[in-house]
């Protein structure tokens, strides 16, 4: 931890002013750090910390700031008392970190030091980890109404210049099964960045080939384009596009929510995301310290700027917990207004109605008021719901649409509706499906006719 004080020299240091990124493949900065002696002590980590920003830092004037500023606090002793690698490592993030949003200080425990072998994380092939974990697509489905959901967790490592990616070909894959959706929904809202070629992948899918929106990186010594080498084949450019964002959002997730809104491209939903833009990749310093620097900051070609400390900002704001839903009535809403009397139109609108009445409590008679057998289905609580079983299938749960009206939560199209008589007691229900065909299921056993079946 930090001294309850700070001296004026790290007061300084403030005034001069998530996690890994694609760093530029040129960075041959790496390489030289890995082959510097390993020094121990908080004043000589903290000196080697600074030579690292100033020699590394991507705008030169703010490194050497910098590391003046950490120079002349680490030989007057303000970093003495920080002797437990942990506490050096804490404080030197929360120093650097307002200067830029990448920057922090990370400590190993002694059984993983993979930034010793090779400083930048995202220049490793796709690991076991990123296979299991699908490269980063968590789900993909189909919504009602056919609306695509992609929630991406990750963009992992993806290879430029290779067609047989295993990366690509999962991004493909999630494309496809998506194409005839009505509108997409890209959920970033966990995604705190990774590859800046699969961001650029993703972008492309849903961009004009040729379009110059992609960011250029700028380092040190010369420029680079994300421009994908190779970018994705059959872009739908006029498919509804909306991203979901929330404050965890962070690196190469927010690039790609950056780079489509300012080409016009999507509807942001949820909240203003992390603000961390700039590149980079991490170097060693001791034993079991690495600091992250960044060495690139990218500039969109439209906006002339980036997302760095102010972060991308939605054009929807709504908490992170309600951006899907919010999201998909947007997504109905716009896919009635393109095609308000297509053979979907009357199927998308009892969707779009029942998401509208799940954002609000609707009034009508107690939950526990409709619970019984009716006909062989039994109606229960769970909850704030009913739930209905049929014979032996897995119970379904309906939501109250209006009054006696409910709809089904997984398929928003679905209505239940409860009969009453004139006496205002409940006669039975209705199990009414989208093609318009419906069961009755009476609340009292039906006299059946005697009859002699053969048997089956």
């Known amino acids: 931890m930090l001294p309850n004080r700070r001296g004026p020299l790290l007061s300084g240091l ?18 030289a750090a890995l082959s510097r002696p390993i020094s121990e002590g908080p004043r000589v980590a903290v000196m080697r910390v600074a030579d690292l920003i100033e020699d590394n830092y991507f705008d030169a004037g703010q490194g ?15 970093f003495d008392t920080l002797r437990q690698p942990r506490d050096l490592a804490t404080g030197l993030t929360l120093l650097l970190h307002p200067l830029d949003h990448h920057f922090r ?68 894959a999630a494309l496809q099964l998506l194409r005839d959706a009505n509108a997409i929904i890209i959920d970033l809202r966990d995604n705190v960045g990774g590859s800046s070629d699969m961001a650029a992948y993703l972008v492309s899918a849903f961009i004009p ?27 739908r450019v006029d498919v509804p596009l909306y991203l979901l964002i929330s404050a965890r959002t962070a690196s190469a997730a927010e690039a790609a929510a950056y780079t489509l ?4 491209r999507a509807v942001l939903v949820g ?56 999201a998909e009535q947007l997504a109905l809403e716009k896919a009635l207004e393109r095609n308000p009397d297509g053979p979907q139109a009357a199927y998308m609108r009892d969707v779009l109605e029942s998401l509208r009445a799940q954002a609000t409590s609707q009034p009508g008679p107690p939950l526990d008021s409709y ?47 409860f009969e009453r008589g004139a006496d205002s007691i409940i006669t039975g229900l209705r199990l009414i499906y989208p093609s318009g065909y419906e069961i009755w299921l009476p609340a009292r056993a039906l006299t059946l006719p005697s009859l002699q079946l053969p048997k089956p």
Not at 14 to 31: E, F, I, N, P
Not at 212 to 235: A, C, F, K, Q
Not at 261 to 264: C, E, I, P, T, V
């Open 14 to 31: 403030l005034a001069t002013g998530a996690l890994l990124v694609t760093a530029h493949d040129g960075a041959a900065a790496y390489a």
């Open 64 to 78: 050497h700031a910098i590391a003046v500023s950490l120079r002349t606090a680490a030989r007057a002793g303000e």
């Open 105 to 172: 200080v990370l400590m190993s425990n002694g059984a993983d030091r993979r930034w010793q072998r090779n400083a930048t994380s995202d220049l490793i092939d796709a690991s076991a980890t990123e296979r299991r974990s699908a490269y980063g697509f968590r789900r993909v489905e189909m919504l009602p109404g056919a609306i695509g959901y992609i929630d991406l967790q990750a963009f992992a490592y993806l290879s430029s210049s290779k067609r047989d990616d295993p990366a690509r070909t999962m991004a493909d």
């Open 209 to 235: 080939s040729g379009s110059d929106v992609y960011d250029v990186i700028h380092w040190r010594n010369g420029t680079d384009s994300e421009r994908p080498m190779l970018p994705y084949p059959r872009p």
């Open 261 to 264: 809104h300012a080409a016009g």
């Open 271 to 326: 909240q203003t995301s992390a603000g961390a833009a700039n590149v980079g990749g991490i170097f060693p310093v001791a034993e079991s310290l690495g600091v992250f620097i960044p060495i690139g900051t990218p500039i969109n070609p439209i906006t002339r700027s980036n997302w760095e400390g102010t972060g991308v900002v939605p054009d929807v704001v709504v908490p992170a917990g309600a951006a899907l839903p919010h």
């Open 371 to 417: 619970v019984g057998v009716y006909n062989g289905a039994a109606v229960s609580t769970a909850g704030d719901v009913l739930a209905l079983r049929q014979g032996n299938r897995m119970p379904s749960s309906w939501v109250r649409l209006a009054g006696d009206t409910f709809f089904d939560r997984d398929d928003p199209s679905r209505r239940l509706v």
